[in-house]
């Protein structure tokens, strides 16, 4: 990995921390981002300090918040020369009261969907930069449980947590075949994982006595290091060179939820996040 820039979101915790560390000492160009600098600072200085790499850099944004996102893609793009490796990680479980950005949009679907959604569209220009480029986006089971309610994408009419949540892990899922699709020809592949259970921090948002319950299933959960080896997998192996547009769970191809591959839901959800974003329909030549 000596040649690749990898620039993962959410890497001060969980799956995104143990994914930075692995390609660390692959020897990769690292660049992690982080909504708490301090909290940033003390994971790069970890990171290179166990990796005896010192190619990691730290940008900062919230995430959740469309101009924060493109300014740290601005940034990226003044100090590397290219993207080789995109890796959509960081989110949340969901918020027990809806809660929206500075736009207007509920919280869990901004930090999980839209901001995945806006990373690989403001980095398309400097993917195609590179010989091999991939996105690897971060969905989860559960977007088999969801449905999308058109007339309602942002949940304002009814509203729960893990709902919203799945919701926008299927967004997620449904988004990766659809831009899987539209970059296919360009020699960029996009596709997701499924990591399975993970002992993380993800639950940090949920009342104590959910978090509790997680804290006593942490021995039959799997660690960060273990959930991160598919992620790592997609972003290291030679022979997944120009595979596209699939869902993995443990190093295989599984299936996602059954309607999630129409072409024509794929499209809808790309021309509605488009309008809900107020983005140019193609910012490629
Ligand atoms: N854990 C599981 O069992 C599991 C299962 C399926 C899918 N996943 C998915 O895996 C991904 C990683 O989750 P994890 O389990 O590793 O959770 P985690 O330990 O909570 O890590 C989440 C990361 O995302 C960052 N983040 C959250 N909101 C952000 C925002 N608004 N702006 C910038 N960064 C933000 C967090 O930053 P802070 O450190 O500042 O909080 C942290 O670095 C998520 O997409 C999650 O949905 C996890």
Known sequence: ?????????????????????????????VVITCRNREKGEVTQYELINQSDNSNIHLLQADLSNKKEIKELTESFKNIFPRLDILINNAG???????????????????TNY????????????????????????????????????????????????????????????????????????RGVSVNCIDPGTVYTNIAHTYPNSFQFLYKLG????????????????LASDKKLTGVTGNLYKKNKVIKPK????????????????????????????
Do not use: C
């Open 1 to 29: 990995m000596r040649d690749k820039i990898v620039l993962i979101t959410g890497a001060t915790s969980g799956l995104g921390k143990a994914t930075a560390l692995n390609l660390a000492r692959r020897g990769a160009t």
């Open 258 to 285: 059954k309607n999630s591959l129409d072409p024509t839901l794929g499209q809808k959800l790309w021309d509605e996040t488009i309008k809900l974003l107020n983005l140019q329909e193609n910012i490629l030549p």
């Open 218 to 233: 942490e021995p039959f959960m799997q660690t960060p290091e273990k959930g991160a080896e598919t992620i790592i997998y």
């Open 92 to 110: 949340i479980l969901g918020l027990t009261k809806r809660t929206e950005n500075k736009d207007g949009h509920e919280m869990t679907i901004a």
């Open 114 to 185: 839209l901001s995945q959604f806006l990373m690989s569209y403001y980095m398309q220009d400097w993917m195609l930069k590179s010989d091999e480029a991939r996105i690897i986006n971060l969905t989860s089971a559960t977007h088999k449980l969801a449905t999308i309610d058109w007339d309602d994408l942002m949940m304002k009419n009814r509203y729960q947590p893990f709902i919203a949540y799945s919701k926008s892990k299927l967004m997620v899922t449904i988004f990766t075949f659809e831009l899987a699709k539209k970059l296919k020809s």
